[in-house]
């Protein structure tokens, strides 16, 4: 029962590298986004998809990428990380429209410094 | 686009009954989530609404009303490991799901 995997879980990166969050979903869940989750701001969708060659962007997106080839996978790419994306990143699935849960990752903490 | 309300902080006594309320403007509905975040850990499913009316399940009930965009969380029998943060969140057109700012409850005893 893994659900939803995403990798790593602590990272610290210096201002300009780039770095990928892996998700990854066994539930064969059509519905996977990203979100980031800053004091005071709540839980923000940065990035979202609702199927394998489909992504959309949420209420965040600047500075980050996304790519869906599969129905399992859906990383965010940081293409030159900041300062300002210091947060925890949590990756969820649902299924579809139908689906009346969303499943969380255990979360990604990283440190931009 | 979507726009959803919460009290950012709540304080109930162990034991006792809460209400948290959440109020939302979206263009297109289709469900409301309520989850439940202890600190340092992801949140953790406690109900979907879709349609309107109250749903109880054990000591969490959640209410909806479509017309009036709002809901309620209601938490009985309050317990000190009840103390975390509570979100709502709203599922829109194209399926995006969004999520308020959420409210911090702390549960003295």
């Known amino acids: 029962n893994a659900g939803v995997t995403q990798t790593p879980k602590f990272q610290v990166l210096k201002t300009g590298q780039s770095m990928t969050l892996q998700c990854a979903q066994d539930?064969?869940?059509?519905?996977m986004s990203w979100y980031r989750q800053d004091p005071g701001m709540g839980l923000r969708l940065i990035h979202y998809?609702?199927?394998?060659?489909?992504?959309d962007q949420g209420e965040v997106p600047n500075g980050y990428n996304v790519s869906r080839s599969t129905t399992e996978d859906f990383p965010l790419r940081l293409l030159s990380a900041a300062p300002s994306q210091t947060s925890v990143y949590f990756c969820?699935?649902?299924?579809?429209?139908?689906?009346?849960?969303?499943?969380f990752g255990e979360g990604s903490w990283l440190t931009v410094v | 686009g979507q726009n959803i309300d919460q009290p950012t902080e709540m304080t109930a006594t162990e034991g006792a009954i809460v209400q948290i309320n959440c109020t939302y403007q979206?263009?297109?509905?289709?469900?409301l989530f309520w989850y439940q975040q202890h600190a340092g850990e992801a949140p953790t499913f406690l109900s979907y609404?879709?349609?309107?009316g109250l749903e109880e399940k054990g000591r969490f009930s959640s209410f909806l009303s479509r017309s009036k965009g709002y809901s309620y969380l209601l938490l009985k029998e309050l317990q000190m490991k009840d103390s975390a943060s509570y979100l709502c969140?709203?599922?829109?057109?194209?399926?995006?799901?969004?999520f308020g700012t959420g409210t911090k409850l702390q549960v003295i005893p």
């Open positions: 969820a699935s649902r299924r579809g429209s139908l689906g009346n849960t969303i499943y």
């Open positions: 539930m064969n869940h059509e519905y």
């Open positions: 998809s609702v199927g394998a060659g489909i992504t």
């Open positions: 979206t263009s297109g509905f289709n469900g």
């Open positions: 609404n879709v349609l309107d």
């Open positions: 969140a709203v599922t829109g057109g194209y399926q995006k799901v969004t």
